[in-house]
Nanobody, 128 residues
Framework: QVQLVESGGGSVQAGGSLRLSCTAS????????MGWFRQAPGKEREFVAAISCRSGSTTYFAKSVTGRVTISRDNAKNTVDLQMNSLKPEDTAVYYC????????????????????WGQGTQVTVSS
C-alpha cells in the first residue's frame, strides 16, 4: 500500500506559477512510477505529467502542458513535485497525485488505469 498526500494548491492569476507536491508513505517510493492528473468541473480526469521510477530519468507530459510544466522526484524525501508556470484559466482543476501499480515502473504512461494509488487531490484555481 502507498498513501499519497498532495499539497501546494491555491489560487493564482493567469501567467503565474504554482508548485504542487505529493508526499508518499508506505512501501518503497522509489519503485513507483508517479503521475499527476487533474479533473475540472464537469470534465473527465485527464493526464498531466508522469515520471519513471528510481532515478526518474524518463518524463512524459500532456500536450496541453508541455513547455509549461516540469515534474521531479526526491526519493530520499518520498516526494514528487509538479512545477507549473504560465498558468492559464483552463488549468483550473483538482490535481491528483498517483502511483503506478505495474511492475514495469520505468515505463511512463498517461493511462490512469496503470495507476493503482491516488491522493485526495488539491485545488488549483487560475483567474483571468
Amino acid at each position: 500500500q502507498v498513501q499519497l498526500v498532495e499539497s501546494g494548491g491555491g489560487s493564482v492569476q493567469a501567467g503565474g506559477s504554482l508548485r504542487l507536491s505529493c508526499t508518499a508513505s508506505g512501501r518503497t517510493f522509489s519503485n513507483y512510477t508517479m503521475g499527476w492528473f487533474r479533473q475540472a468541473p464537469g470534465k473527465e480526469r485527464e493526464f498531466v505529467a508522469a515520471i519513471s521510477c528510481r532515478s526518474g530519468s524518463t518524463t512524459y507530459f500532456a500536450k496541453s502542458v508541455t513547455g509549461r510544466v516540469t515534474i521531479s522526484r526526491d526519493n530520499a524525501k518520498n516526494t514528487v513535485d509538479l512545477q507549473m508556470n504560465s498558468l492559464k484559466p483552463e488549468d483550473t482543476a483538482v490535481y491528483y497525485c498517483a502511483a503506478g501499480s505495474g511492475s514495469r515502473c520505468w515505463v511512463v504512461t498517461g493511462d490512469s488505469n496503470s495507476y493503482g494509488y491516488w491522493g485526495q487531490g488539491t485545488q488549483v484555481t487560475v483567474s483571468s
